[in-house]
């Protein structure tokens, strides 16, 4: 099946730097891939959409200044938290379909094994 | 505003069933999913409907009500294993998805 690789999986940073975290589909391609925040004991909240070659899609709220997104090619999306800071601390997920826009259905969404993030 | 409702928590004892109801007002409905999520880790897909019905799938079932905007996640002969969150979430009319906040499900020998 679809696998999507997620790096780092624990990072611990100071407040002020950058984080990097990548998202990889592994053996497709994938068109479209979605950032995810999620804080303790809460679902999953979407922060943007990224598809190949074109501009992320913000959620209202999203800064997209500090949270930038480059989707490069059919299998990397990165996320660079820029100037982090303790609030920024939580668990972020990448998901990646290899279908824009439409779903189809089962396995529609992949999604990597997430990255905690904790800024000190 | 779009909705998802699911209980927050719920127990039960290994190797019985266990029955997570999901509600939801979107606008729109292209499909509902039901994801495993287990403590610090990415959720993994269990089912999609999109018809109304019943998916079986294993020890796992899904069902769907699309008049009612209900669909429950049926878990039989529950292993310690299962201990974990598990989300609804609807596809709308944007094709964006739209996430409940999850159920704790916590199994007890």
């Known amino acids: 099946g679809a696998v999507v690789s997620q790096h780092p999986s624990r990072v611990i940073c100071k407040s002020g730097t950058s984080v990097k975290i990548e998202c990889r589909s592994l053996d497709f391609q994938a068109t479209t891939m979605f950032w995810y925040r999620q804080f303790p004991k809460q679902s999953l909240m979407l922060m943007a959409t990224?598809?190949?070659?074109?501009?992320?899609?913000?959620e209202q709220g999203v800064e997209k200044d500090k949270f930038l997104i480059n989707h490069a090619s059919l299998t990397l999306s990165t996320l660079t938290v820029t100037s982090a800071h303790p609030e920024d601390s939580s668990f972020y997920i990448c998901?990646?379909?290899?279908?824009?826009?439409?779903?189809?259905?089962?396995?529609?969404?992949?999604f990597g094994a997430g990255s905690r993030l904790t800024v000190l | 505003g779009q909705n998802i409702d699911q209980p927050t928590e719920m127990t039960a004892t290994e190797g019985a069933i266990v029955q997570i109801n999901c509600t939801y007002q979107t606008s729109g409905f292209n499909g509902l999913f039901w994801y495993q999520q287990h403590a610090g880790e990415a959720p993994t897909f269990l089912s999609y409907?999109?018809l109304d019905g019943l998916e079986e799938k294993g020890r796992f079932s899904s069902f769907l009500s699309r008049s009612k905007g209900y669909s429950y996640l049926l878990l039989k002969e529950l292993q310690m294993k299962d201990s974990a969150s598990y989300l609804c979430?609807?596809?709308?009319?944007?094709?964006?998805?739209?996430w409940g906040a999850g159920t704790k499900l916590i199994i007890k020998p």
């Open positions: 979430a609807v596809l709308d009319s944007n094709y964006q998805l739209i």
């Open positions: 409907n999109v």
């Open positions: 998901s990646a379909s290899d279908t824009p826009g439409t779903f189809s259905g089962a396995n529609v969404l992949t």
């Open positions: 990224s598809n190949e070659g074109s501009k992320a899609t913000y």
